[in-house]
């Protein structure tokens, strides 16, 4: 029966685009990639699911858009998994880029939204992480905070390039959160923090689950209602569930994976 069968968890793609300035490429470094990180992998793999990557396409693709056929990924599949990476695009939530090196990544926006509208339309279960956070947001009517330290230069750093995901800070999960009835009896954890930019408005229909209480910086969210929307702004992958000193990510990977089971069922 197809109940028996491994879950099959669509990860979106990470994009690489060649032709940075100044950085001299040979090779497979010439051809737009599309890859997953390892880790991401792993942690669903970890919960017995198969991890399955979905490609994307651009007007540079030898098909196009209307070619890729996301609503037949969304019914093949049990759920989705949004990995991080380069930032939402400002022009896709409305605004201009307030820096040069902040203009993120609209042709992985427009694939992504896609993918998880063809996933919620189809009552699959969608999980973000980092940028899945900020794209879910986006992708329902919020907005984002271009860069935290410029737009809110009170706030505590969160990403250090030079510790990359050894880089940590506190979160407080929403008393009476579906989040927090995972962690019974936890009002208070430790995560990896790697990221600029964060939530400024709210997406209509989303509650907060965690915050920073340095700064009150939105680090879990929840679509409210029918259906299985939630993201965090951490990276569940690169923590160690043997690791005390952080968040064990495992109940919100089961609670995501038995979501697609009963999705499935």
């Known amino acids: 029966m197809d109940n028996d069968k491994p879950l099959l968890i ?26 997953l990180e390892q880790s991401v992998a792993h942690w669903v793999l970890a919960g017995n699911a198969m991890a399955v990557m979905i490609p994307a396409v651009d007007s540079r693709s030898i098909v196009t858009r209307s070619d890729l056929h996301l609503g ?23 605004e201009t880029p307030l820096h040069a090196d902040w203009q993120g990544d609209a042709v992985r926006d427009r694939y992504e939204i896609d993918l998880i509208r063809a996933f919620v339309d189809a009552g699959k279960p969608v999980f973000g992480i980092c940028r899945g956070l900020q794209l879910l947001n986006v992708a329902f009517g919020g907005t984002l905070l271009q860069d935290i330290a410029t737009q809110r230069p009170d706030s505590r ?29 936890m009002a208070r954890a430790t995560v990896n923090s790697i990221h600029h930019q964060g939530i400024k408005d709210l997406a209509p229909g989303f509650d907060v689950e965690a915050r920073c209480p340095d700064d009150d910086t939105i680090e879990a969210v929840r679509r409210s209602g029918a259906g299985y929307v939630a993201a965090v ?18 109940p919100m990977q089961r609670d995501f994976l038995d979501a697609a089971r009963a999705a499935r069922r």
């Open 157 to 185: 750093a969160h990403r250090d390039g030079s510790k990359y995901e050894r880089h940590f800070h506190d979160v407080e999960f929403v008393p009476g959160s579906h989040l927090a009835t995972l962690y019974p009896g």
């Open 10 to 35: 669509g990860i979106s793609a990470r994009i690489y685009f060649p032709g940075t300035p100044g950085i001299a490429v040979s090779g497979v470094w010439t051809k737009t990639l599309h890859y």
């Open 72 to 94: 037949d990924y969304a019914l093949a599949l049990d759920g989705l998994l949004l990995q991080g990476g380069n930032d939402v695009a400002p022009e896709t939530y409305g």
């Open 233 to 250: 702004q951490w990276h569940p992958e690169f923590h160690d569930p043997a690791d005390p000193a952080t968040l064990d990510d495992s």
